[in-house]
C-alpha cells in the first residue's frame, strides 16, 4: 500500500458506508457507482488497498486479476457480456481519479460514447 489515509471505499468495504454491492468475492466487492455514467456502471474495488492500477499490478498481479475476472462475472450479472461494456481504471489527475483505491469502473447497457481530450468531438 502507498499511502496511509483510508478512503470511502474501505469503509464501503467494512459496511460502514451503505453500497449497492452487486457482486463480492473473498478478495474483491463490486458496487453500483452512486453516480451513473452509464444505464450499469459498477465499481469493482480489491479489498487491499492499492493507490491506482499500476501499484496493484506491480505488487500483486493475482488481485488485479481477480478485478478483471470480477468484471466479468458482473457483466455476466448485469446482463450485457454480449452487448459490450467498457472496463476502466481511472489513474491520477488527468483521468480524473478521485479516489485513491484502485477500482475498475464497469459501464455498459447502452451505446458508449467516445472517450479522450476533454470537449473533444467524436
Ligand atoms: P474515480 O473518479 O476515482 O475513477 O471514481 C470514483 C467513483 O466513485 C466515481 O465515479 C464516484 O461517482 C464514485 N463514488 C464516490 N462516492 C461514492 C459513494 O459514496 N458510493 C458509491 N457507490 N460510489 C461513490
Not at 51 to 70: P, T
Not at 80 to 90: H, L, M, P, T
Not at 99 to 113: D, I, M, P, S, Y
Request: aromatic share 8%; proline share 2%.
Amino acid at each position: 500500500m502507498s499511502d496511509v489515509a483510508e478512503t470511502l471505499f474501505e469503509r464501503i468495504i467494512a459496511r460502514e458506508i451503505p453500497a449497492d454491492v452487486v457482486y463480492e468475492t473473498e478478495t474483491v466487492l463490486a458496487f453500483r457507482d452512486i453516480n451513473a455514467q452509464a444505464r450499469v456502471h459498477v465499481l469493482v474495488v480489491p479489498k487491499t488497498r492499492y493507490r491506482n492500477v499500476a501499484e496493484l499490478a506491480a505488487a500483486d498481479a493475482g488481485l488485479l486479476g481477480d478485478v478483471v475476472l470480477a468484471a466479468k462475472a458482473v457483466a455476466e450479472i448485469e446482463g450485457i457480456s454480449e452487448s459490450g461494456y467498457r472496463v476502466v481504471f481511472n489513474t491520477e489527475g488527468d483521468a480524473g481519479q478521485t479516489v485513491f483505491h484502485v477500482h475498475a469502473h464497469v459501464l455498459g447497457g447502452e451505446q458508449l460514447g467516445f472517450f479522450g481530450r476533454h470537449g473533444a468531438g467524436a
